[in-house]
Each structure stands twice: as C-alpha cells, then as structure tokens.
C-alpha cells in the first residue's frame, strides 16, 4: 500500500490528534533514504481563507533532484490564542525523538484541546 494510501484509509475528522500523529509515524517506519520530516504551524491564508494549520510533513528524495512531500494537514479556525502560534521544525535540527519534541510544542498543547475543522492529505513535489 502507498503511503498516501495509507495515511488516507488510517486518518479521518473523526480521530484525535494523537491518533493522527500516532498514525503518522507509524508510517514513518516504513525506511525511504534521505527523507527528513518537517512540522510547521501557523495561521496562513492559503486557499481564501485564513486557518490555523498543523501539519506533519516527510520529504523524500524523488530520483530526479527534487523532493516529495507527503503532508497531513489539521487546519483549525483562528482564533487569539492561535494566531502567535507560528514555527516551522526539521527533524534533524534535533538528537530527540521526531515525534517526542513535536509533542512537547505549544502547538501540540492547542490543537489537542480544540476541534479539527478540516484535514487533507497530500502529496507534492518540491
């Protein structure tokens, strides 16, 4: 099963964030050379509308000098407390726990406590 496939058929609206993030890295085991993981967060206007985004990124080298990047993103209504909410985070800026760290964030502090108004998975090329 692809990976997109996989965090498809295993996230929905109706899972937590920490079930989200727990499927997530269980995707992230499954090895791929050279791939970093990115969580960024903020409130951006991407689509007309201003949201508050949580997203978990794994980027992969595509064989052709460009990257993949596998994304889930929980996208949140903005609001006070969210919109000073804003950092974007690599996995090798750290000897911790990917996951470990990312849970320890004040983003990961607000978005387990507040409704997911809208998810989406995708996969890009940089």
């Given at each position: 099963m692809s990976l997109?496939?996989?965090?498809k058929?295993?996230?929905s609206?109706?899972n937590t964030?920490?079930?989200?993030i727990?499927?997530f890295?269980e995707m992230?085991?499954?090895?791929?050379?050279?791939?970093?993981l990115?969580?960024?967060?903020?409130?951006?206007?991407?689509?007309g509308?201003?949201?508050?985004?949580?997203?978990l990124?794994r980027q992969?080298?595509?064989g052709e000098?460009?990257?993949?990047?596998l994304c889930v993103?929980?996208?949140f209504a903005?609001?006070e407390e969210?919109?000073?909410?804003?950092?974007?985070?690599?996995?090798d800026?750290?000897?911790e726990?990917?996951f470990d760290?990312?849970?320890?964030?004040p983003?990961?502090?607000?978005v387990k406590n507040?409704?997911?108004?809208?998810?989406?998975i995708t996969i890009?090329?940089t």
């Amino acid at each position: 099963m692809s990976l997109l496939k996989f965090l498809k058929k295993n996230i929905s609206i109706n899972n937590t964030v920490d079930e989200i993030i727990d499927v997530f890295e269980e995707m992230c085991k499954t090895p791929i050379e050279d791939d970093l993981l990115l969580h960024e967060y903020g409130v951006y206007d991407f689509t007309g509308e201003e949201l508050f985004y949580y997203e978990l990124i794994r980027q992969y080298p595509d064989g052709e000098d460009e990257y993949y990047q596998l994304c889930v993103s929980l996208m949140f209504a903005p609001d006070e407390e969210n919109q000073c909410l804003e950092a974007s985070f690599w996995s090798d800026e750290t000897d911790e726990n990917f996951f470990d760290y990312i849970r320890k964030s004040p983003a990961y502090d607000y978005v387990k406590n507040h409704n997911i108004k809208a998810i989406d998975i995708t996969i890009d090329e940089t």
